[in-house]
């Protein structure tokens, strides 16, 4: 598919936004989630949006709903707060929503590649683990990336957390400048911060699991699954 270098959007009409690529993680105004790599980002204020927000389709279909078809949605339809059936995250913006069955994904979620390359070895994206969680023990709910040999599996969701988490350690230890300006300015990440107070100590935990398999999906995750994440997540993951 071809890449537009220059696009303009209907929730952004008067100015012009472009691609951009930043190992910084950004807001995206569409969906409200953290993102990193490649963005599309207006050059007269701060608008900014992941390209997969940026270029979703009106209508989308995925293998895992087979009968399914998704439609954007700029705003949460209905009244309830509804939460992405692959990242299990409220969702606060972009959203695709089934009428008929109320699935919910956002659009970098709906987008998320089903073999993910990590230099070692491919994760393959499912919707139902078999095997315990590296983050949180489970097969709980929500998709996941696995590895054929099925030594590495990582819920999105532990991975968003694990996210917040090393940030958050970060913050408390290691550059603290870098990092709150990086946690202001991701309102997302902001929230979750201040529901957590207290570090819990699994930072080190991911870090001896898997490296380069949670690199991968901290990436995919962050909506650009190509992104070199290694600077933003260095404090977490083992090289
Ligand atoms: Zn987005
Ligand atoms: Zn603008
Ligand atoms: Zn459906
Ligand atoms: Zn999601
Ligand atoms: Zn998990």
């Given at each position: 598919?071809?890449?537009?270098?220059?696009?303009?959007?209907?929730?952004?009409?008067?100015?012009?936004?472009?691609?951009?690529?930043?190992?910084?993680?950004?807001?995206?105004?569409?969906?409200?989630?953290a993102g990193i790599g490649y963005k599309y980002?207006?050059?007269?204020?701060?608008?900014?949006?992941?390209?997969?927000?940026?270029?979703?389709?009106?209508?989308?279909?995925?293998?895992?709903?087979?009968?399914?078809?998704?439609?954007?949605?700029?705003?949460?339809?209905?009244?309830?707060?509804?939460?992405?059936?692959?990242?299990?995250?409220?969702?606060?913006?972009?959203?695709?929503?089934?009428?008929?069955?109320?699935?919910?994904?956002?659009?970098?979620?709906?987008?998320?590649?089903?073999?993910?390359?990590?230099?070692?070895?491919?994760?393959?994206?499912?919707?139902?683990?078999?095997?315990?969680?590296?983050?949180?023990?489970?097969?709980?709910?929500?998709?996941?990336?696995?590895?054929?040999?099925?030594?590495?599996?990582?819920?999105?969701?532990?991975?968003?957390?694990?996210?917040?988490?090393?940030?958050?350690?970060?913050?408390?230890?290691?550059?603290?400048?870098?990092?709150?300006?990086?946690?202001?300015?991701?309102?997302?990440?902001?929230?979750?911060?201040?529901?957590?107070?207290?570090?819990?100590?699994?930072?080190?935990?991911?870090?001896?699991?898997?490296?380069?398999?949670?690199?991968?999906?901290?990436?995919?995750?962050?909506?650009?699954?190509?992104?070199?994440?290694?600077?933003?997540?260095?404090?977490?993951?083992?090289?």
């Open positions: 598919m071809k890449i537009e270098k220059e696009l303009t959007h209907p929730i952004h009409p008067r100015h012009k936004l472009r691609l951009e690529y930043t190992e910084t993680p950004y807001n995206c105004d569409g969906c409200k989630e980002k207006c050059h007269q204020c701060a608008f900014t949006l992941h390209k997969a927000c940026a270029i979703a389709a009106p209508r989308t279909t995925h293998p895992f709903y087979q009968k399914c078809e998704f439609k954007l949605y700029y705003h949460p339809p209905g009244k309830c707060k509804r939460v992405c059936d692959a990242c299990r995250t409220y969702v606060h913006g972009f959203v695709y929503h089934c009428d008929s069955c109320d699935f919910d994904l956002h659009p970098c979620c709906a987008n998320l590649p089903q073999v993910l390359d990590d230099g070692k070895r491919d994760l393959y994206l499912c919707s139902k683990l078999s095997s315990s969680c590296h983050g949180c023990g489970g097969t709980g709910l929500g998709w996941s990336y696995r590895s054929q040999c099925g030594a590495y599996n990582l819920h999105l969701s532990c991975v968003k957390e694990m996210l917040v988490e090393s940030w958050l350690a970060v913050y408390l230890n290691v550059d603290k400048n870098r990092v709150r300006q990086m946690v202001t300015s991701i309102p997302r990440l902001k929230g979750s911060l201040q529901n957590r107070p207290v570090v819990r100590g699994s930072v080190g935990k991911y870090g001896q699991m898997a490296g380069a398999a949670a690199r991968a999906v901290v990436s995919a995750v962050l909506g650009d699954p190509t992104a070199m994440v290694a600077a933003v997540v260095s404090g977490i993951v083992s090289k």
